[in-house]
């Protein structure tokens, strides 16, 4: 054997040698074919590979791949089969495979691909696939595939069931794991044929073959664009929906229920709730998922065992998605698709299960920290926390110092905090994702620092430290993106719920703000921040925030220097005036023939989210008058006064609510007692008379106390 071994080596370096001196082409054809024989009975290792390119290079290949004129006797593709089994080869060494010279034969491979495959041909099929797994492989390889048509070839080879399509399928869930987007993007309806006939194959199947399925499909479920977008992929969801129906509805064992939570995880992810049909078999089937979901859950982590957690990790973090939607589902008012009870059932069940996910992160050692699988645990309870106040509210307050802890250290070391898509799967494969804690708990933060044991525990650790670094980070951020009007972006959303978080401090512990050096770091970057984000009118929600928590701690650091009159203080004042001033507009009385006072147009969409804040910013303005003496002037600046006179005299008074009287009031009084001049602009636009209309007593007192019966400007 080993004779017979060293005798093909010898007769293949005769070969090489042979390639290298020869003096046409016939010559180095004949020594080609003992070559390419052996590379096809497996006989090269990587260095005899080597020496054959060093030997033929990729000219030769090249030639035979393009040559139309096959040796006598021989089948018409001789040559172009020569090529690829050389290129095959040569593929095998990853610094090749990545070669342009490989790189610019991806649409030739592609026609091969989709070529009538006859028995003498499937071999260059094999070398093709060879070389495309190769390709695939390299870092520029899988841009190369998607820019030159690979993924329409694999998808249409597949769709074929030619020889070899398995393997197409294999290299589209290749593609697909590494460049999802940008494949869909450029071949959507290919990648929809390929779901297409999966979902089809997926329903029908009766055996092993669905659960296998169940595996493959989530390559195949895209993020984007949505599925419900056209009836080839809601004919492919309703496949999905029914086949998953059959499945968890029988008795199944964990190695069959564990990629069939997987597959119905993937959907959420791609369609939220809208792949579960309304009515009460669907009903039954959401509340059947994340009852499943939380007793997966509940059995992996209540008593974890390392080595099954482990295994366990890529299923738990699908029933994850799972209970998040179930949350959803539970509070979703318009159009349920629960009903009460079952509502309630689901909720004491998550109680249960989210209890197991608290216990297990207790459990979690420092050096775990960087473990994916607590991220997504982490996130799944943040979730939690944001709308569920009340339960495990002990728990919750216990596993706090861990929450701010891992926090801060995902934030230190850099996590890069960029915009992704709210319900992406937090992958337990390799950790090189943005791993953004603080945005999931944010929202839960925002509740409990409106609560006196948990805001406590939350200031002990540090949490207004490390929420003032993020609140700058995310802004720098959001500087950095387009500011051109676009959906709420994740960044602004944090923004958003960080100031809820920061009012909720400065209301229930202004001496915290006071001390704490942090407080003083935000106000200036508040200070910047409004002037730059007024003017972006998609933003008015952020405005709105960082108007009222601006006013709000103003008040409480009137003494810091930031505030004494400094162009960015009259800036953020300025702006913060505007903000206020701009709210309201006079518009047709539906009811009548005059007019009335209405939320003004460009406020009218956010109107939900920014009138409590609005009417908060009023009460902080009227109370930063008296403290700042250069605040009158700002308002006169401004012309709010004139504007607001304007207002008030040409709406019917019944159109002015009471709580929009005593807002306005409270600002006039305040501007009236600390400026003769706003007094008198007051009096000039006939502010005793409307005042005494809308029944504003303490404006009448004050301006008949400083200017008697005079309406002249400044009139004593």
Known sequence: MASDSGDRHATLKRCLAVLRDARNDSEQFAALLLVTKAVRAGEVDAKIRRQIFDAIGFTFPTRLLTSRQPPADCPPHTFRALGLTLLACFCTDPELAGHSQILNKIPTFNDILLSPCDPDSTSMVDDVYQCLSAVLATARGPRELVTKGTVSALCQAYLNGGHGSERALTLLVGLLAIAEAKCWQRDAPQLLAVLSKLS?????????????LCELLPHFIPLSPPLTENSQGSECICRLYKGLADILGSKLSQSQRDPALKLAASLVQACGAEWIPAGSAGSKFLALLVNL????????????????????KEVVTACYVLMEMGIQECLREENPLLENVQKMQLMRVMEEAFGAVIFYLRQVKQEELQDPFIFASVRVLGAWMAEETSSLKQEICDLLPFLVKYARKLFKE??????????????????????????FLLPGFCHLTAEDRPRDILISEGAPALLCEYFLQQWEVLTSESSAP???????????????????????????VRRDKTFSSLMDVLLKSLPLLLPQKHRLVLAANVATLGLMMARILAGSAALQGTQSAKEFFGAAILFLSQAHAAQADPSGDGLAVAVSPPYVSAWADIRELWFLGMQALAACIPLFPWLPDAALQARCLEELSRLLSCVAPASVDFELVTAFQAVLVELARASEQCRGVILSHHGTEWANLYGMAALEQCLAEQGGASSTPGGK
């Open 200 to 212: 089809g194959d997926f329903l029908k199947a009766e055996d092993m073959t669905k659960f296998e």
């Open 414 to 439: 850099g996590s890069p905090a960029v915009s992704l898509p709210q319900a992406e799967l937090v992958s337990t494969e390799g950790s090189a994702l943005p791993q953004d804690a603080l945005r």
């Open 486 to 512: 676009a959906p709420l972006t994740s960044t602004e959303m944090s923004l958003q719920t960080t100031c809820g978080v920061f009012l909720n401090l400065v209301v229930t512990a202004p001496d915290l």
């Open 293 to 312: 979901a939380c007793v997966e859950v509940r059995l992996t982590l209540e008593e974890p065992d390392p080595v099954e957690v482990e295994g366990k």
